[in-house]
């Protein structure tokens, strides 16, 4: 698993959730979820990390690794 997208998408499933179910839980719009998990590329962090507070996770910074390392 390599993207953001794929973690949500996964981690929704994994908990048997709809898009509208962890939107409701998340306290985030259904338009929001859906973005993320077709992998939109620029929004709010702390709208992520409200979001990942349900799996427990937390998006953090970190030193970028790039492929050729």
Not at 3 to 18: D, F, N, P, V, W
Not at 41 to 47: A, L, S, V
């Amino acid at each position: 698993m390599n993207t953001l997208s794929e973690l949500i998408k996964a981690k929704r499933k994994q908990h048997g959730l709809t898009q509208h179910d962890l939107a409701l839980k998340s306290g985030l719009g259904l338009r929001l979820i859906r973005e993320i998990e077709q992998g939109k590329t620029t929004m709010r962090m702390d709208k992520v990390n409200q979001l990942l507070a349900l799996f427990g996770m937390e998006l953090i910074p970190g030193t970028k690794k790039y492929h050729n390392e």
